[in-house]
Each structure stands twice: as structure tokens, then as C-alpha cells.
């Protein structure tokens, strides 16, 4: 009888997942979909579907040289870089995907924090050597970034034109989010160009402030202008 009953609650949980989330069977090409998010906002609860079409092959380094192998399954072990009050829910048990059909997760929660986040999905691919060898390789798909508005430190961004500069004042680190991909740069009130070093992530672009001095500055990118506070 308890027997019974666990299957018919477990059956019950994967049709009750399943109405939660419709894959998409038009999508043939493996992947991670769609290529861009929804933008959330704080306080505003967030819910993004993420269409998985696992790869059916990959590489792996077998006996020191990397070879080719074939993927029997994908298993997402984590999501990266995910705002605070943000999680994800996996609609295949353990989290494994199969190459032979489109599946999802999704991403949801109220963010409390605002920024522009890349995204790291890490996955586990299950692979056969010649068909027969056992092989487990770690792989990260960093294609993705979650921009989050909020109204204290962050503009909202409604365009292509438009960038978010936090946080506002700053200590050390400074983070600009624009979609242009082009490299920001820090400018005096009178036009001096400051020099700094960038790096960038998925449309996230950050430098180190501690050597600047205090004062109010303006950072530009594509003819965009934001002023900033250095403490």
C-alpha cells in the first residue's frame, strides 16, 4: 500500500511539474534558450523558463589527449552568480536532461539585490568513450547575465543607449552595465580621462577605484553620460 501510494504521489509531482513548464519543440539546435533574459526588478517576484536541448557530444581528456565522446546525458549541477532571494527549479529528476527531447528549468524568487549578473549554468556531461568507456566532464555555460533594476542604485535601463553605473557612492569597485559592448570610461567633471582597468562579463564591465581619489566623476560609454561619487 505505501508502496502504491509513493508511486501515485510521485506520478502526480511529475504531471504537476510538467503544466508548470512546456518545453519548446521547435528548438533543434543544443542549447541554452532563450539567448537573452527578461530583466527583473527588486522586490518584484521573477520567473524565467530556460529551454535545455542537451549537446550530443563533446570532449574530454581520456588518458592525457582529448578525444571526442558521445553525451548520454546533461545534469545541471548549478546555477552561478544568481541574485540573493533567487534560486532555480528543476523539472527533470536530479536534474538531467537527455539529447533526445527539449526540457526546462526555471529561474524564479524576488531578487533583493540590484546589478547587472552574469550567469554560470554548470553541467555535468555523462559521455561513452567508443561508445563503451565511462566519462563524466565538467563543462560551464557562461553565456548569460540577469540584469536587475532597482530604484536606490541602479537606473533603469530601458534601451540599448541606456547604462546603470553602482554602486553609487563607491568604495572600491565600480560596476557598469550597458549593452553596447563597448569599454566605459571614467572622466573628471572637467573632461580628464581616468585611467582604469577593466574587465568584463557578459555585459557587466567592473574596475578597481581605490587609487582615485575622492571626488564626483562621470563615466561615459557610447555617448552616454552617469555621475558617480567616490568616497
Known sequence: ???????????????????????????????????????????????????????KDTSAVVGGSKQKVTIDSLKLTKVIGLPTG????????????????????????TPNQAGLFPLKFAVTAYAKLNGFFPVAQPD??????LLITGTSDVATIQSMDQLAVFPNPVKDVLHVAHRSGKQPQIMSLTGTIITASWEQENGLWSANTSAIPSGVYAVKVAGVNRIWIKE
Open 86 to 109: 533567487m534560486g532555480y527549479v528543476c523539472y527533470e529528476p536530479r536534474c538531467i536532461y537527455l539529447p533526445s527531447a527539449v526540457r526546462c528549468i526555471k529561474l524564479n524568487g
Open 1 to 55: 500500500m505505501k508502496k502504491l501510494f509513493f508511486a501515485l504521489f510521485f506520478t502526480a509531482t511529475l504531471m504537476a511539474n510538467a503544466q508548470l513548464c512546456t518545453p519548446d519543440t521547435t528548438i533543434k539546435v543544443p542549447g541554452f534558450y532563450p539567448s537573452q533574459l527578461a530583466d527583473g526588478a527588486v522586490g518584484t517576484p521573477y520567473n524565467q523558463t530556460v529551454m535545455i536541448l542537451s549537446f
Open 140 to 145: 560551464t555555460i557562461k553565456n548569460f547575465s
